[in-house]
Nanobody, 126 residues
């Protein structure tokens, strides 16, 4: 079992930066694939970024590539999402997700992840 708690959200002006953190409980954090998703009002949840525990491979949505960086610190059981050059369209609730399911499942798909945090609000003003 893994419990995930996100933090770091808030209100920022366009062009600004935020760093989201996701703290995970459990001693086997290092063997979980981790992802970030977001959901804007009236829209479906969408993939943002993910990092594989086994290969270290990193994946980004095209909309955030070059602006966002995902990283993990297994010693701290924490995954981060550094968000730079924020845009109003980045406004959403951001969710952290963890998976210890079939590693062959697509990292960018929400169905891969069996643990989810409660979400943290990110609002980018223009």
């Amino acid at each position: 079992q893994v419990q995930l708690v996100e933090s770091g959200g808030g209100l920022v002006q366009a062009g600004g930066s935020l760093r989201l953190s996701c703290a995970a409980s459990g001693r086997t954090f290092s063997v979980y694939d981790m992802g970030w998703f977001r959901q804007a009002p009236g829209k479906e949840r969408e993939f943002v970024a993910a990092i594989s525990w086994s290969t270290g491979s990193i994946y980004y949505a095209n909309s955030v590539k070059g602006r966002f960086t995902i990283s993990r610190d297994n010693a701290k059981n924490t995954v981060y999402l550094q968000m730079n050059s924020l845009k109003p369209e980045d406004t959403a609730v951001y969710y952290c997700a963890a998976s210890n399911l079939d590693p062959r499942t697509l990292m960018t798909s929400s169905v891969k992840y069996n643990y989810w945090g409660q979400g943290t609000q990110v609002t980018v003003s223009s």
